[in-house]
């Protein structure tokens, strides 16, 4: 299995645009977290998705983030307009179960 | 709400020494706790994870046993090696579905040669 594959690696955007991170879980997995970590905050949960529906975005900061799951491969979380504090390294992970979770290797978002 | 709480690096060691990084918990019911890893430029790894009252997870020469009655989960291991390098994050899973983890913020291990 290839893991949790998110995209892009690395971006770096000017303030005010739009961002688009992807991801796509590990197949048969029906769980999909979106982390965000900083060095101030740590890792955040920000939405996660059971099923494809949005169970709890609580973590999500502001209005400017939103999170879809159109199907069990793929995810996508928006910043519209990005701003330096959303600077981070954004983690998709993947569950089957109530306990393991796959991570992948994030993407590292840098608003100048 | 549910906390983790975890020593705060970096915690700096000799290479064959002996390594507990402490994890103290809070939480509602009896969650499921887990050490994961990351190692530079990586995502996080599962380590360990210990579900119920005394379970002892074990991983790659790494242990932690789930201690209910102290809320502790401390992560040990008998003799480090300059790989173990990378920061170790312990977490936990309450209630009975597929919710988030709660992490910890934390531990930079650095092992020197």
């Known amino acids: 299995d290839a893991g949790v594959i998110q995209s892009p690696r690395h971006e770096v955007t000017e303030m005010g645009q739009e961002v688009t991170l992807r991801c796509k879980p590990i197949s048969g997995h029906n769980s999909l977290f979106w982390y965000r970590q900083t060095m101030m905050r740590g890792l955040e949960l920000l939405i996660y998705?059971?099923?494809?529906?949005?169970?709890?975005d609580s973590g999500m900061p502001e209005d400017r983030f939103s999170a879809k799951m159109p199907n069990a491969s793929f995810s996508t979380l928006k910043i519209q307009p990005s701003e330096p504090r959303d600077s981070a390294v954004y983690f998709c992970a993947s569950s089957s179960r109530v306990s393991e979770q796959y991570f992948g290797p994030g993407t590292r978002l840098t608003v100048t | 709400g549910d906390s983790v709480t975890q020593m705060e690096g970096p915690v700096t060691l000799s290479e064959e020494a002996f390594l507990t990084i402490n994890c103290t918990y809070t939480?509602?019911?009896?969650?499921?706790l887990f050490w994961y890893v990351q190692y530079p430029g990586e995502g996080l790894q599962l380590l360990l994870k210990a579900t119920k009252a005394d379970d002892k997870g074990s991983n790659k020469g790494f242990e932690a046993t789930y201690r209910k009655e102290t809320t502790s989960f401390h992560l040990e291991k008998g003799s480090v090696q300059v790989s173990d390098s990378a920061v170790y994050f312990c977490a936990l899973i309450s209630g009975g579905g597929a919710d988030g983890l709660t992490f910890g913020k934390g531990t930079h291990l650095i092992i020197q040669p």
């Open positions: 998705f059971n099923n494809n529906v949005p169970i709890d």
């Open positions: 939480a509602t019911g009896y969650p499921s």
